[in-house]
């Protein structure tokens, strides 16, 4: 969001309440934003709120004698990169649906025009509903979803839940934080639009008795990474992961699913269950090894001289996947974590689970945090990915698997 220019459109609804809010993580993720609001929405929060936290004068008039031409309903949107209308009302909807323009906010949306290489294209809209379940449901609000969406309005939620008239449902606007990161997501490049994702992530579970078990220390961070990026990108996805402590990536979205497993072999089953995708990627730290047969009942300190545990070995799911490749599909994207010689062992784990990419890192010095440094190895080289936080570098991979896609 670093230095995009955003119009933020409030309507008068009591989820404007949270349009301070809004306004502040869109800051502090680098944006500038201009406020501009309806009438009904000052009587849910006051303009003198809204010029606090954007820093820029609030516009409710059309007549508004600050703009110098007099013509706010053109100016506002011509250096934006978008106008988001948060929230935005049944009627504010049903009112661009039609063409309608009474007021400054919805004149904006019917003028709204950017300029783009010494030409006017027209600047993106994108609103967040916010009203009753009732008037959700209605079907002249279906009809101006229906008519907003063919005229390339995009719509982010509504979500279901609580509402403010003590009634639960569809309706409930975004969280701000969703609607930020929906934001981040538009302005993405859309490399993937129409791709089916499969990803697994985090760390496998091996069970020794009901309450011990062997794990590794993957928190999933690269793996859900991946998968928000994939959606930014426009894909749908899978996420098959074992036990982390993650919320699910862009969930509000609908373009996620999400299956939990603890074992290897759990995690295996939900794979061989995935049909019909076009990338895998393979980022979870799968256990080479389950205890043969773990023990139905808690083992007691005092019931054997010393433990030993007999393994077995568990399938390798990479291989397993890449082994039934046609035609390139799925493309299969491997992750190694090492403790040494990085570049050689992941030149090898490329040969011998026949993969066209793999992404490989030191381990332990990544474990858990947020940021990461990467070696992207394919059979013709090598491109070291300079460190960065976890999500940048998920893009970098993404863009990179477009590539070899086309
Ligand atoms: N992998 C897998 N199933 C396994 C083991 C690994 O799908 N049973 C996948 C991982 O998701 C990763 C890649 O294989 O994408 C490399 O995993 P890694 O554990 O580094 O490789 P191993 O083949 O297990 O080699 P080693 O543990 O000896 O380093």
Redesign the pocket.
Known sequence: MKNKKIVLGISGGIAAYKSPELVRLLIKAGAEVQVVMTQAATKFVTETTMQAVSGNPVFVSQWDPRVSNGMAHIELSRNADAILIAPVSADMMAKHSLGLADDLLSTLCLARGTESGGMIVDCPLLMAPAMNLQMWNHPATKRSVERLQRDGVHLLGPASGDQACGEVGMGRMLEPVEIIESLIAFFQKKLLQGKKVLI?AGPTFEPIDPVRGITNRSSGKMGFAIARAAIESGAEVHLITGPVALDTPLAHTGKIQRTDVET?EQ??NAVLAAKDYDIFF???????WKIKSPNLQKIKKNSSNGLSIEFEE????????ASRVKNNKPFC??????TENIEE?GKT?LK??KIPM?IANHGPSTFGSDENQLILIEANGSLKLARSDKLSLAREIIAKVSERLV
């Open positions: 697994t290897a995690m295996l393979s980022v979870a730290a799968v256990a080479d568990n399938a390798d799911i990479l291989f397993t996947i994207v491997g992750f190694a974590a090492e062992y784990k011998q689970k793999l």
